[in-house]
């Protein structure tokens, strides 16, 4: 049997997603402008995190807030990045 020739030359990227939250790291399943999928459950107040996207070797972080925290009853975890600024609190200087 021959390969058909639209799979020809076809290429699949390596993908990998990952939530950084309080020092945890988690697998992400799906992602979404607004919400994230993760593999496995998991629980987390609302706050920031940090979102990781590698393809292929090309690597993209960018800080997220949970919305609602994570919930292990709830599929879709809710995420935003355009109202991250009102959500972080400055640090205290040492």
């Not at 030359?9 to 992602?31: E, I, K």
Request: net charge negative.
């Amino acid at each position: 049997m021959s390969i058909p020739d639209w799979r020809k030359g076809s290429y699949s990227a390596v993908v990998d997603m990952h939530l950084t939250v309080n020092g945890r790291m988690l697998d992400v399943a799906q992602l979404a402008p607004d919400f994230i999928i993760l593999r496995d459950a998991a629980t987390c107040e609302p706050g920031p995190a940090e979102m990781f996207l590698k393809i292929d070797e090309s690597e993209y972080r960018w800080p997220v807030y949970l919305d609602e925290g994570i919930d292990p009853a709830r599929v879709k975890t809710p995420m935003s990045t355009t109202a991250l600024s009102e959500h972080v609190r400055p640090t205290a200087a040492a």
